[in-house]
């Protein structure tokens, strides 16, 4: 199960867990940003984000009590990493959702 200090499982569930909670954090914060008004703007953007981070904290604490004595460094800073990629590619897409778009001439 531990092939060069990094459990493949955990990656591969944790990378599906990540792209399933980015898809719908993403939905929720587009709402969010499509919204009129500010009190439901806030609402839903701080609620995903909120959401996404407690997950992933609940989700490499289970994975660091189930495996106590096998725990990988490696495989938690991955999935770190995952993370980051994941919320930089959610933000440039709302970022372009959220831009006025310009009168074409």
Request: with cysteine.
């Amino acid at each position: 199960m531990l092939d060069n200090g990094v459990h493949h499982n955990v990656l591969l569930f944790g990378n599906l867990a990540l792209a399933l909670l980015s898809a719908f954090t993403y939905n929720m914060s587009r709402k969010g940003v499509q919204a009129e008004s500010n009190a439901v703007f806030m609402l839903r953007v701080y609620g995903a984000m909120i959401s996404r981070m407690m997950l992933c904290l609940a989700g490499i604490t289970i994975y660091a009590v189930v495996n106590r004595a096998n725990t990988s460094k490696y495989t938690i800073f991955t999935l770190m990493f995952f993370y980051a990629v994941y919320a930089v590619c959610e933000n440039v897409s709302l970022q372009k959702v959220a831009r006025p778009q310009k009168a074409e001439k």
